[in-house]
């Protein structure tokens, strides 16, 4: 069964730092992959997505996120954190099992953004 | 850009009683998806719907729960007798269907049992 694991519940970095929440699957096949982030009092939207083909992927916001098979890593990623960055962001893996899309989420990682 | 939209906002009902949320897809998508999130807690999948009926569901899916697709734009979870538990933000969410298609994701109703 497909699962995800968010390392860190709480992130919090300086403005102009680098970001990086941390990703791991589990997979009993070749995965597929996501990155949403939740802004305060809204929905789920789509940062990024690994499915075939390029193992790095840019997404939107300046994010981008690098597929590592050996490491069963899908960790995102930001050179430079901005004061708007801050949101919950939530790794998932695409359970393929009924043919279609099912995601399932890990835990979500809140950051927070300081001057 | 389409989205999902989904109403209302907010809503607050007695324990016991039934709520009935609602859900606009976009239009050319076939899977329709509700997740719950509980405060605090990670987003968990209740429920896909697929030509009419459902495709999958959860183990929290149980008898007190219920979706339909009364027209061609609308997708509802109805929730019989609620218990103070089913207090969480509820996601309708949709996709093209194909396994790497993202779902797209509505603002959420936050129920609230009293």
């Known amino acids: 069964a497909q699962s995800v694991t968010q390392l860190g519940s709480h992130v919090s970095v300086s403005e102009g730092a680098l970001v990086l929440l941390r990703c791991n699957y589990s997979?009993?096949?070749?995965?597929?992959l996501f990155w949403y982030v939740q802004y305060p009092n809204q929905g789920l939207q789509l940062l990024l997505k690994?499915?075939?083909?390029?193992?790095l992927v840019k997404g939107i916001n300046g994010f981008e996120a690098e597929f590592k098979k050996s490491e069963t890593s899908f960790h995102l990623t930001k050179p430079s954190a901005h004061m708007s960055d801050a949101a919950e962001y939530f790794c998932a893996v695409s359970d393929r099992s009924g043919g279609y899309n099912k995601l399932i989420f890990g835990a979500g990682t809140r950051l927070a953004v300081h001057p | 850009e389409p989205e999902v939209t989904q109403t209302p906002s907010h809503q607050v009902t007695q324990m016991g009683q039934e709520v009935i949320l609602r859900c606009v897809p976009i239009?050319?998508?076939?899977?329709f998806y509700w997740y719950r999130q509980i405060l605090g807690q990670k987003v968990e999948f209740l429920v896909s719907f697929y030509n009419n009926e459902i495709s999958e569901k959860s183990e929290i899916f149980d008898d007190q729960f219920s979706v339909e697709r009364p027209d061609g734009s609308n997708f509802t979870l109805k929730i019989r007798s609620t218990k103070l538990e089913d207090s969480a933000m509820y996601f309708c969410?949709?996709?093209?269907?194909?396994?790497?298609?993202?779902?797209?994701f509505g603002n959420g109703t936050r129920l609230t049992v009293t």
């Open positions: 690994y499915t075939t083909g390029a193992t």
């Open positions: 969410a949709s996709s093209e269907g194909q396994p790497n298609s993202p779902l797209h």
């Open positions: 997979s009993s096949v070749p995965p597929y």
């Open positions: 239009s050319n998508h076939l899977y």
